[in-house]
């Protein structure tokens, strides 16, 4: 009677669209469930997942110095402790050990690709290296002590710095032993010979302004002119000059020849000059003083060479 009942209800829900739809779709969805359960342990197995791995060429292997023991932690092979690290099953209590990567034995090769240029510098020769810094100009060899230390030592050595002097200014005063070394004494003559080219710039303008801060304004300054004449003191310099700069023809003229020694609060230069006059050339020396941080001039004398005559210098 109740199987005759329960046929005869499901015979009834049956009949209706609606519920064949829904039952269908719950079958399918258990069916589904339990097919996908149970492929799961077969296709994410532990086998096939270290073979998929390995047959698929995209998938690459990255090396790293951690090593990782069974209670989670993670310890870098670079880290203070050293020892022994568990191994990676998680069920042994063994222990293994870690060993360092020893360091490659450098070769000559290696030593030789390791030198740089200042360290090759340092094995030369003193007279090489001084030689070699000789080809470099005032500019240069700021730079070059600038770039590391042992190029600092290299290009403060006294004796790179005599032969750059002997180069840019002259062979002369090869005995002398500057003070504060020939680097600073180089400094000071490249300043005392801006100084002098300043005077004669001053006179291609014919700026008496210019003129009056240029000399001291003492009463022992001192100038001779091409002409002879003699002026002393501070303003009858100016006068003289005022004079020469009144004069309306242009004064187009070359220096040569220029030489200068320094000494502590004193320095005198000498010097050719050739204008485009029939007087012929001129020799100028041009005499200064350092006072309150800067240098004036103090005695200027120009006298006239005589053109027809081969002037002679002669050298004790």
Known sequence: MEI?????????????????????????????????????????????????????????????????????????????????????????????EATPTPAPIPTPAMLGDRRTGASMMEELVPEITTHALSYLDYPSLCRLSMTNSLMRKAANDDNAWKALYHKDFTLEQDSVTPINGWKAYYAATRAIVNVNTEFFNIVRGKSLPAMSRFWLNADYVKCIHASGELFSGYNAVMQSWQLIFNWEQGLNFQVRDVRARVLTDMAWVTMKTYVDMDTGPFNVTNVFEFHNGRWYMVHHHSSVMNGDVEQQIVHG
């Open 4 to 96: 005759s009942s329960i046929f005869s209800i499901a015979v009834v829900v049956l009949s209706h669209p609606f519920f064949v739809a829904v039952t269908v779709t719950v079958l399918c969805f258990l069916l589904a469930l339990v097919t996908f359960v149970r492929s799961f342990p077969l296709l994410y197995s532990p086998k096939k997942l270290r073979s998929s791995i390995n047959s698929d060429p995209s998938c690459v292997t990255k090396s790293c110095d951690c090593v990782c023991s069974c209670n989670g932690t993670i310890a870098n092979s670079d880290s203070s402790s050293t020892g022994s690290v568990p191994y990676l099953n998680g069920v042994g209590t063994e222990m293994l």
